[in-house]
């Protein structure tokens, strides 16, 4: 697995954030630093599609994200903590919109990454009656369970109680996790993980 990004160029109206980027990431956790406004988020957004690049060309494999955009995003899942998209679904509808997207999916596996951040009870609730925390984990949930290739998780503890922040670097860190997948996080504070490679912006 590796996530490939050349000569990428991004701005907003106001902000040139990146000028001829390139970055190659292969299997593993990547830590993504910068000071606040550095563009971390922004690049999360971009390598998952979430965002149009304004020039440059980026790979997952031999995926190439502006060729074939619908296979490259069933490849990756972007895990923002943004506000729901769709507010006016469910925990579980949220949830198996998602299975139906990515078709291979091992529900006992959500199921139990379900229990282990105790969202169960939550499942009949609407998404926006979850709290920040509990939203969080429903994303974390999703990123641990679905069958990607790239992840993408801004902040991955932001939010989390402590017994959360231990489960979550204990999954992450798993061997088999690290050799299938490429991992891309940003964190302000020292993730505690194995890895691959350190980027600063
Ligand atoms: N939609 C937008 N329109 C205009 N400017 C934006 C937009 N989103 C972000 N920016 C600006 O782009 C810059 C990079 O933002 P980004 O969120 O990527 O930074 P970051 O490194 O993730 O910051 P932080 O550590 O604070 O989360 C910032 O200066 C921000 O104000």
């Given at each position: ?33 910068g ?8 690049l999360?957004?971009?390598a998952g ?16 994200l502006?060729?074939?955009?619908l ?5 990756c ?7 729901p998209?769709?507010p006016?679904l469910?925990?579980?509808?949220i ?9 291979s ?25 979850l ?29 989390l ?24 996080l940003?964190s ?14």
């Amino acid at each position: 697995m590796e996530l490939s990004i050349e000569q990428l160029t991004f701005e907003y109206a106001s902000h040139p954030l990146f000028q001829q980027f390139g970055l190659t990431l292969s299997a593993g956790i990547t830590w993504l630093r910068g000071e606040n406004g550095a563009g971390k988020t922004t690049l999360l957004k971009l390598a998952g599609g979430a965002l149009t690049p304004h020039g440059g060309r980026i790979w997952l494999d031999d995926i190439e994200l502006q060729a074939q955009p619908l296979a490259y995003r069933l490849h990756c899942y972007y895990c923002g903590g943004d506000t729901p998209q769709l507010p006016w679904l469910t925990v579980q509808e949220i949830l198996d919109m998602h299975v139906g997207l990515y078709a291979s999916t091992d529900i006992a596996l959500l199921n139990a990454q379900l229990q282990a951040f105790h969202l169960l009870p939550t499942l009949d609730q609407p998404i926006t009656t979850l709290s920040l925390g509990q939203h969080k984990k429903m994303q974390l949930a999703l990123a641990l369970s679905l069958p990607v290739r790239l992840l993408l998780i801004d902040e991955p503890f932001n939010g989390l109680d402590v017994d959360a922040v231990a489960y979550l670097r204990q999954q992450l860190a798993a061997p088999e996790r690290l050799a299938r997948q490429t991992i891309l996080l940003t964190s302000h504070v020292d993730p505690q993980l194995p890895l691959t490679q350190t980027v600063q912006l």
